[in-house]
Every structure is written in structure tokens, then in C-alpha cells.
């Protein structure tokens, strides 16, 4: 056993037009475990693995792609960020750090 995520099949507002209703295959966060061998011993690690939303069909209501509703569920479009994910984000993306300062 390496890891079980129950998937199911689940409807979420637009990220665009947040009228349509989106098809979207939903997998929970779950725990994976990994054992490897190093010089003779063994250990097992976990991974935690985020939940995820798999895009299944075009908005109904505003025509967005596919494509282009995964890019913006999985930019976090969708919720709110906290504090430090947008920070975190920020820094992913090479931008200078200067929040809350008017410089
Ligand atoms: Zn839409």
C-alpha cells in the first residue's frame, strides 16, 4: 500500500464568471508513505499530498477551457490566501517583498 485518496466526482463555481458550475474531479489530501533502503536500513517518510481538483469539462456559462479553469484552481484563484502562502507565492515568483511598506 502506497497512499489511497478517495476521489469523487464533484460540481464548484467558475473561478471566472462564479455563476457557472464546473465539472470536477475531486481527490482529498491524504498521506503517502514511501519506504526506501539506504546502505541497508530501512526507512519510510511520509508525504502529505494536498488535495486537487481535475477539471472535466468547459464552464458552461462563460466558455472557459479547460486549461484555463485548472491554471486558476491551481493558482489558488478560487480561495482566499493567507498571509503567508501569498508570500510564499510571491517569493515563487521572483517578485521583490515589499507588503505593507509604501516605498
Ligand atoms: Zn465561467
Do not use: W
Not at 58 to 84: F, R, V, W, Y
Request: glycine letters at 6%; charged letters at 35%; a positive charge.
Amino acid at each position: 500500500m502506497t497512499g489511497f485518496a478517495r476521489m469523487s466526482e464533484i460540481e464548484i463555481e467558475c473561478p471566472f464568471c462564479r455563476i457557472g458550475k464546473i465539472k470536477t474531479l475531486h481527490r482529498e489530501s491524504f498521506m503517502q508513505s514511501e519506504t526506501t533502503r539506504v546502505s541497508g536500513r530501512r526507512s519510510t517518510r511520509s508525504y502529505y499530498r494536498p488535495e486537487k481538483y481535475e477539471v472535466l469539462d468547459n464552464c458552461p456559462n462563460c466558455g472557459k477551457s479547460k486549461k484555463e479553469l485548472q491554471k486558476a484552481i491551481d493558482t489558488g484563484k478560487t480561495k482566499k490566501m493567507t498571509h503567508e502562502e501569498r508570500i510564499a507565492m510571491l517569493k515563487k515568483r521572483g517578485l521583490p517583498l515589499v507588503i505593507g511598506s509604501n516605498k
